[in-house]
């Protein structure tokens, strides 16, 4: 599975900003998206996933309530991101996985794919 992710940039606290992450290849493997940001000096950490069989979603609480992470039906996945913290402020990667059980999502090795990272900023 190939993975391109798009829509990051620059805005200010309390800002929002649309991630996109189209996927191709053999998606038909595919069971969970994730999306995971890496700051400046950080670890890779788990923003939000959705299963594509059952549409179920998981987010990190830092992001519950702000973050929507969604898919359409021509295999492209979004994380809408609305009330963006400065801590915010990542390198943000789309990952695609065909064995990610429920409980399992938070951990980057779970999944597969990777696309290229599309970075955030958030101003103060």
């Known amino acids: 599975v190939q993975l391109q992710a798009s829509g990051g940039g620059l805005v200010q606290a309390g800002g929002s900003l649309r991630l996109s992450c189209a996927a191709s290849?053999?998606?038909?493997?595919?069971?969970?998206m994730g999306w995971f940001r890496q700051g400046s000096g950080k670890d890779r950490e788990f923003v939000a996933a959705?299963?594509?069989?059952?549409?179920?979603t998981s987010y990190a609480d830092s992001v519950k309530g702000r973050f929507t992470i969604s898919r359409d039906n021509a295999n492209t996945v979004y994380l809408q991101m609305n009330s963006l913290k400065p801590e915010g402020t990542a390198v943000y990667y789309c990952?695609?996985?065909?064995?990610?059980?429920?409980?399992?999502?938070?951990?980057?090795?779970?999944?597969?794919?990777w696309g290229q990272g599309t970075q955030v900023t958030v101003s103060s």
């Open positions: 290849g053999r998606t038909s493997t595919t069971n969970t």
């Open positions: 990952a695609a996985g065909s064995k990610v059980w429920y409980g399992g999502e938070w951990n980057f090795r779970a999944y597969d794919s």
């Open positions: 959705q299963w594509w069989s059952t549409t179920a």
